[in-house]
């Protein structure tokens, strides 16, 4: 069992930079897998990035290029993705979330934030 909470969204202009934090809590969830999707409005949730339990091998979507990075407390299993460089295309609600296996398909996570939304404008 977990418990999800997303927060640092927010509207800012292209080339802007954003934090998003997801705080985490419940028994396991030092054992999960993190990720973070995102879902723009009449597009499918998509995945962003992912890191271990461990806070090592971090996964990134294409379309970051280098601009994001994903971090792990793993003292009290915050999650951060810094995200840097920012685009319209970027604009969504972004969702944590943790699961038992490492996976870019958001199926095969278990557990859900309510979502923040990123909006970038032009």
């Known amino acids: 069992q977990a418990s999800l909470m997303e927060s640092g969204g927010g509207l800012v202009q292209a080339g802007g930079s954003l934090r998003l934090s997801c705080a985490a809590s419940?028994?396991?969830?030092?054992?999960?897998?993190m990720g973070w999707f995102r879902q723009a409005p009449g597009s499918d949730r998509e995945f962003v990035a992912a890191?271990?339990?461990?806070?090592?091998?971090?996964v990134y979507a294409d379309f970051v290029k280098g601009r994001f990075i994903i971090v792990r407390d793993t003292r009290d299993d915050t999650v951060y993705l810094t995200m840097n460089n920012l685009k319209s295309t970027d604009t969504a609600v972004y969702y944590c979330s943790a699961g038992a296996i490492f996976s870019t398909e958001a199926w095969e996570y278990d557990y859900w934030g309510q979502g923040t939304q990123v909006t970038v404008s032009s």
């Open positions: 890191i271990n339990s461990n806070a090592a091998n971090p």
């Open positions: 419940g028994r396991s969830v030092s054992r999960y897998v």
